[in-house]
């Protein structure tokens, strides 16, 4: 069984690092500020959460995996504070967007105008 | 409640760096010293925000299982729809930026609504303005993901104030 589990645990490794070099990838090709932070997430929810995955089949029902699990939980949190905070700050000092569609404004209008 | 969240934290650390035995006494201060530190920023952190937090009802701990199924299931597949953009010869984008409204009562909900939208990849929540969010996305089939409304009602769900 054990066979089993190593296997499991390097699919879910390999595929986990797929995912953070495709969201390197997709940081350089992608052409503009606010595209590239989609990029980056594909890094910080599939690329950590398979890699973390994996590892908690090795830790099995213990500590190792409450901790693991810990971690997972802390990234889910911080990581789109984290975008949203460079997002915000991008959009309110007037980094334009590149649309093709866009909504009216709001009530109170954009910060951006 | 707060005594719950003061025993959640006791809890994490004794999880985290606990002594499981009671010699020695520098260890066990350090750890009262940290829980009451952190304990105390909560209790900053609720009064801030205007109340509790809901969330910490038990109610809200047995919906969060089938929230976080609906939630894995839809990161992945924006994972995977992202994944094909960056991958493809040609990077084709069509960025749109949409209003949304947050159908949120608590504003914890409304956050864990734009955090849930920033979280999957494709959409990212440029601000949150009373109820409504401005939701910056990649192309038509990632704004599809928020505008059908399906991440909103889970957000609902687990709030427990779905009709």
């Given at each position: 069984m054990s066979g089993a589990l190593d296997i499991a645990t390097a699919v879910l490794l390999v595929a986990g690092g797929f995912f953070c070099i495709v969201g390197g990838v997709g940081l350089h090709r992608f052409s503009e500020?606010?595209?590239?932070t989609h990029a980056?997430?594909?890094?910080?929810?599939?690329g950590a959460g398979l890699m973390l995955l994996g590892l908690m089949l090795q830790g099995g029902l213990s500590m190792v995996t409450l901790k693991l699990l810990l971690v997972l939980a802390f990234l889910l949190f911080s990581s789109?504070?984290?975008?949203?905070?460079?997002?915000k700050a991008a959009h309110g000092h007037g980094l334009a967007?590149?649309?093709?569609?866009?909504?009216?404004p709001g009530r109170d209008g954009d910060a951006a105008g | 409640m707060r005594l719950g969240v003061l025993l959640l934290l006791a809890?994490?650390?004794?999880?985290?760096?606990?002594?499981?035995?009671?010699d020695g006494w520098l260890i066990p201060v350090f750890g009262l010293v940290s829980v009451a530190f952190v304990w105390r920023l909560y209790l900053a952190l609720e009064r801030a925000a205007g109340g509790g937090f809901e969330f910490f009802?038990?109610?809200a701990w047995l919906r969060l299982p089938r929230f976080l199924v609906s939630f894995a299931v839809k990161v992945a597949a924006a994972n995977v729809h992202v994944t094909k953009l960056i991958l493809s010869p040609?990077?084709?984008?069509?960025?749109?930026?949409?209003?949304?409204t947050a159908s949120q009562k608590t504003s914890f909900g409304q956050v864990l609504y734009a955090n849930f939208i920033t979280l999957t990849p494709g959409t990212i929540t440029l601000d949150l303005r009373d109820d409504e969010l401005l939701v910056y996305a990649l192309d038509a089939e990632s704004e599809a993901d928020v505008m059908d409304g399906s991440m909103d009602r889970d957000v609902l769900r687990i709030e427990g104030s779905a009709d």
């Open positions: 500020f606010y595209q590239r980056a997430s594909v890094t910080d929810t599939a789109p504070a984290i975008a949203h905070a460079l997002v967007l590149d649309l093709e569609i866009e909504d009216e | 809890a994490v650390w004794l999880a985290l760096s606990g002594p499981y035995t009671l009802r038990a109610a040609r990077i084709e984008l069509h960025p749109r930026l949409r209003r949304v």
